[in-house]
């Protein structure tokens, strides 16, 4: 395996990042506490969302990997989105 | 290749390693020996699944029981489709030609994992064993036929929750080799091995590779939310308790569609591989080739619905998924006209492999035609869930990725094992098996159309003369496939001395000794041109 560049993160980014994921469990939790019905999965979600993109770009060091690579992981989000809309076209018609 | 070396050759099948006998098998790293490995495996669960689906076309010889009560029919064609789909075709071509032949097509001495790569046959193995299990243990078999269909899933006293687990273990090994493959594939081509300067077989396994990395963690889920329903009462699935079982039919397709070409893409691909070599010339429009593969693998991400017209779903949705399916027959075709093409003013040569190929196109264009009825909405009310069904993925499945596996073994089997097996006897077998497979599943299209449901034990007696026509093809068709096993078991153990080349191919694997030494190469090939280059 060639070109393997590693990068090192700095202890304190991941630290910050680390809190910053805490924050927004507690938030989750939190947030069930208000009645904001249907829209209580659309906040979940959000939140889910930007700790699966934390985890990612800093975790996961997508952040410093090639733009192929980050072309790769968006497109299977992209893929996913799309197929959750088409589900939608049977479940908002029926 | 290089012919003046100094030490003895020694071939990945003699060389020693830390481990002897059947340990140097069990704990190898070698992606040339798990191929083999997962070859013996799937052609022993083959036989055992045709013996199955034999069984049922014995009870089918007659209306009203002939051999097996009603209960054991459900259980036999539940147990033959879970083994023929997620351990036989599934893997299929992927794990046994892709594991052995992807290194050396890009000129890699492994795969980028090969830890990794035993660890995905071992989960595979242990898949394999729970579901045999599912079998025998004390509720009986699973009766829901292969697709697990809720809500009747989530009732039914048989052993679904081990077969359910034990098609989430295989479905992990698809995951880990699918990942390995795209590494590999990123990673360890040769110099000078551009994407563009790549054998199509390993396009088609890049393409496939993505679908099971990305398609089958969903099956998981969803295989595990019917576990927790029937385990805790989740109601996710039965609308007793405020599911959806349509959902459930939702999420099994979104991986089950692409699955499909999860099997067939690699098919495609052997295909692409054996056409060039026996009309010796340079295949046609490798690009158009090469981007179909990704073409359909994307598209085919978006046409799950069509499993489910008559399920009750809105009429936006199934005009959106009629329309998309015909959209992915496009790039299906594409290829089609490509081998044509290709063959067209070529020097044909009629050995076995290039029989099979013409077979498959032959069969994949009956199962891709019929496909189209079942695809579009009006035909598909009146076919869905008949013998017309089982007819037309018989055609894709078996006609197609089937077909395709026994051309890839004859083509490559002299590399595997530097032995050749007997011309006319795999002729005479490929002859049997063509015959028998058409007897077998043509009378059902007809069946289908006349009104035959699938998945019954019995049927009205005025549909007795083709289902027995059906039957016999069955028996003539097994008997061609013993032919085929024992000529290729004879010809790996005792064959002539095949030399490194016999078919005159041009890419990779035909430059090196057969068989391959245990890295493949001396020293890493430099690769210049597309692999095709044929004067
Ligand atoms: C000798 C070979 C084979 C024979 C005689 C055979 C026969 C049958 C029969 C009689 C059925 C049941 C039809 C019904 O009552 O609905 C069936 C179903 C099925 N077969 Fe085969 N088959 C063979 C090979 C294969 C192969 C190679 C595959 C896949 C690659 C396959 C996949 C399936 C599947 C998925 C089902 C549907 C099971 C279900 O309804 O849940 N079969 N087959
Ligand atoms: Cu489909």
Known sequence: MANNTTHTTEYRVLARVLLVLMFLTFLTISVTSYHLAAFGVTVALLIAGTKGFLVLTYFMHLKYESLLLRILVSMVFVLYAVIILITFIDYAYR | ?535
């Not at chain 2, 071509?93 to 830890?115: C, M, Q, R, T, Y």
């Not at chain 2, 563009?196 to 390993?202: A, D, E, H, K």
């Not at chain 2, 190929?357 to 994949?364: C, W």
């Open chain 2, 1 to 535: 290749m290089d012919q003046t070396k100094q030490e003895p050759y020694v071939s990945y099948l003699e060389h020693k390693g830390k481990y002897t006998g059947i340990r140097s098998w069990i704990f190898t790293l070698d992606h040339k020996r798990i191929g083999l490995l997962y070859m013996y495996a799937i052609m022993v669960l083959f036989f055992v699944g045709a013996i199955m689906g034999l069984l049922m076309r014995i009870e089918l010889l007659k209306p009203g029981e002939t051999i097996m009560k009603p209960q054991t029919y459900n259980g036999l064609f539940t147990v033959h489709g879970i083994i023929m789909i997620f351990m036989v075709v599934i893997p299929g071509l992927s794990v046994v030609f892709g594991n052995f032949f992807l290194p050396i097509l890009i000129g890699a001495k492994d795969v980028a994992f090969p830890k990794l790569n035993r660890f995905s046959w071992w989960v595979y193995i242990a898949g394999c064993i729970l579901a045999i299990l599912s079998q025998f243990l004390k509720n009986g078999p699973p009766d829901t036929g292969w697709s697990f269909y809720a809500p009747y899933s989530t009732t039914t006293g048989t052993n679904v929750i081990m077969a359910t687990f034990a098609a989430f273990v295989l479905g992990f090994s698809s995951i880990l080799t699918g990942l390995n493959f795209i590494v590999t594939i990123h990673q360890m081509r040769a110099p000078g091995m551009k994407f563009m300067n790549m054998p199509l077989f390993s396009w088609a396994i890049y393409a496939t590779a993505w679908t099971q990395l990305l398609a089958t963690p969903i099956v998981g889920i969803t295989l595990l939310m019917l576990i927790a329903e029937r385990l805790f009462g989740i109601g996710f699935f039965n609308p007793n308790l405020g599911g959806d079982p349509v959902l459930f039919q939702h999420l099994f397709w979104i991986y089950s569609h692409p699955a499909v070409y999860i099997m067939i893409l690699p098919a495609l691909g052997v295909i692409t591989e054996i056409i060039p070599t026996f009309c010796q010339k340079k295949i046609y429009g490798y690009k158009a080739i090469a981007f179909s593969s990704l073409a359909i693998a994307g598209v085919g991400f978006l046409v799950w619905g069509h499993h489910m017209f008559t399920s009750g779903m809105s009429n936006q949705a199934r005009w959106f998924f009629s329309l998309l399916t015909f959209l992915v027959a496009v790039p299906s075709a594409i290829k089609v006209f490509n081998w044509l093409a290709t063959m067209y003013k070529g020097s044909i040569d009629l050995k076995p492999p290039f029989l099979y190929a013409l077979s498959f196109i032959f069969l994949f264009t009956i199962g891709g035609t019929t496909g189209l009825l079942l695809g579009s909405v009006a035909t598909n009310v009146q076919v869905h869930d008949t013998a017309f069904v089982v007819a037309h993925f018989h055609y894709i499945i078996f006609g197609g990725m089937g077909f395709a596996f026994f051309g890839a073994i004859h083509y490559w089997l002299p590399k595997m094992y530097g032995r050749m097996y007997n011309f006319k006897r795999a002729t005479i077998a490929w002859a049997i098996i063509f015959v028998g497979f058409n007897l077998l599943y043509f009378p059902q299209f007809i069946l289908g159309i006349e009104g035959v449901p699938r998945r019954y034990f019995d049927y009205l007696p005025q549909f007795q003369p083709l289902e027995v026509i059906s039957s016999v093809g069955g028996f003539i068709l097994i008997t061609g496939l013993i032919m085929m096993v024992y000529n290729l078991v004879q010809g790996a153990r005792k064959g002539e001395i095949a030399p490194a080349n016999p078919w005159h191919g041009s890419t990779l694997e035909w430059q090196i000794p057969s068989p391959p030494s245990l890295e493949n190469f001396d020293e890493a090939p430099v690769v210049k041109s597309n692999p095709y280059d044929y004067e």
